[in-house]
Each structure stands twice: as structure tokens, then as C-alpha cells.
């Protein structure tokens, strides 16, 4: 080890460690002119300047360990491969994406329903798929069979009420023209089985009774034709009322006005 003094200082060849109070190393630098700090037991390397040996080893510079990993100051580029570090995988979040940023994938389930598009379903049976209003609006099949229902009692409507109901030929206002149809607040004054309600006010229809309403209709006129034809007629039935449809508000609001023009052009 050589020590040869200069104006300010002195230069040295040779190891050479700087102790602390407490007799453990801080730093040291041996005779290649490698700079090297310690942890606080003067034990471990906690950053080295010069000849890099552990993130770049063969180049220049300063490298500092950031838990157990060593990293090469200035060499941080802005791309996910250049992050030390960086743990293997991360622990889901709730976060949310806005729609344009989704350009690719397919959802294939949520509650035990398809998300579909051009969807090929597999299978022997198929079912109807609804929208509940259960606040998560969750996606279930519409069921029939009696295992699923209990007080079933006769519901015989007046088949006046449906043939009341007037189709209309609409355009939408966000665009669609030329729809076929019924207006809902027009099949509430006759038929409000057939009313589907959405946040206290009238929404849709329920298109698929709308085969079963017509039952009693054609009820009606087999009636009348056995009277014509001098032959024995239905059974007995006793029409009831109209109900409001599941769903619909203890107290209505006011309809909505509407206008079905007389013809269309």
C-alpha cells in the first residue's frame, strides 16, 4: 500500500476501509479503485460505484441492492423489462377500465349465464335468459315447471282487453326506424299483466305472455264457433280482473302520454 501526499490530500494504492465509531466497515475501496458502501453491520454491500458486479457485471457506474435485488443507476428505461424488482405476480384490486380500452376477449360467464354475440351454444336443452332486478341484475333462467311455483289459481281475461291492444309501426329515438310493435303505456290501460316496470315507471313488455293472453281469445271465438255449428261449448269460465304485473309500484305514476297515428306512411 502506497500513500503519497498532494496538495488537498493524499492519493493511496491500496485496500483501504473506513470504520465508524463502532469499529464496523462503511465503506471501503480496494486497489482497483472499487467504491463500496455496507449495510449497518458493516457486513453486506449495500451500493458500489465503479466496476459493476452484479446488475451490469463488466461495466461502469453506480449499482445500489433495493431488497435482494441489485440495480444500475441510469439504466431505469421506461419499458416493463427494464423495472428491478418488480414482484412476479400482484394480488388482485378492484379497478375499472372504461369501454374503449377493451379491444379483444371474451367474458364467458357471470352467474352460470353466457355473455353472447354470434355464440355457437352446445347442448340438448336451452333455456330463456332474463334480467333480474335484484340490484346486481343478474342474468337467470325464466322457469315454468310447478316445482318452482305454489297458490296457482285460474286467470281467465277478458278477451276484449287484448283485442284492444294496437300494433304501431314506431321510429326509436336514438335512431332505429321502422320497428314493429306495441306501446307500453297504451297495453297498461288494457292488459298490465303484460307491463314490465323499471325503477317505479313503465319500461317494456313482456311480448312472450302475450301468446298466452291470446288463449283466451281464441277461447272465445272456438265458443263461438261451436254455437254456430250447434255444437257443445268450453267448459265454463269465469273471467277475472286485470292485475298489475310483478313489479309494478304500490303507487303508479302518471303514464307517459302517447299519440298512435290512424295510418302509416
Do not use: C
Not at 15 to 32: A, I, W
Not at 76 to 101: E, F, L, M
Not at 173 to 192: C, D, M, R, S, W
Not at 246 to 252: H, I, K, L, M, N
Amino acid at each position: 500500500m502506497g500513500i503519497t501526499p498532494r496538495k488537498g490530500g493524499i492519493d493511496v494504492q491500496g485496500f483501504v476501509n473506513s470504520l465508524r465509531e463502532d469499529g464496523t466497515v462503511g465503506v471501503s475501496m480496494d486497489d482497483d479503485g472499487v467504491f463500496v458502501v455496507y449495510d449497518a453491520a458493516g457486513t453486506t454491500p449495500v451500493a458500489r460505484f465503479g466496476p459493476l458486479d452484479n446488475s451490469a457485471p463488466g461495466e461502469y457506474g453506480v449499482e445500489v441492492k433495493v431488497g435482494t435485488t441489485w440495480v444500475q443507476l441510469g439504466n431505469q428505461a421506461s419499458t416493463w423489462a427494464g423495472i428491478a424488482g418488480k414482484p412476479a405476480t400482484y394480488p388482485p384490486s378492484a379497478h375499472t377500465h372504461v369501454g374503449s380500452d377493451i379491444t379483444s376477449g371474451t367474458v364467458p360467464q357471470a352467474d352460470g349465464s353466457q355473455y353472447g354475440w354470434t355464440n355457437n351454444v352446445a347442448g340438448t336443452s336451452f333455456y330463456q335468459v332474463w334480467v333480474g332486478n335484484d340490484g346486481g341484475y343478474h342474468f337467470g333462467r325464466n322457469t315454468s315447471s310447478i316445482q318452482y311455483k305454489e297458490n296457482v289459481r285460474a286467470h281467465n281475461t277478458n278477451p276484449a282487453n287484448v283485442l284492444a291492444l294496437q300494433p304501431v309501426i314506431y321510429d326509436r329515438k336514438e335512431g332505429g326506424t321502422n320497428e314493429y310493435g306495441l306501446i307500453a303505456e297504451q297495453v297498461a290501460e288494457h292488459f298490465p299483466e303484460l307491463v314490465i316496470w323499471f325503477d317505479g315507471k313503465i319500461d317494456g313488455l313482456r311480448y312472450d305472455l302475450l301468446a298466452v293472453a291470446l288463449l283466451d281469445v281464441v277461447k272465445d271465438q272456438e265458443d263461438r264457433i261451436r254455437a254456430l255449428e250447434g255444437r257443445e261449448p268450453l267448459p265454463p269460465r269465469q273471467t277475472t280482473p286485470n292485475i298489475q304485473a310483478a313489479g309494478a309500484p304500490d303507487v303508479e305514476p302518471e303514464p307517459l302520454p302517447y299519440t298512435i297515428q290512424e295510418n302509416h306512411e
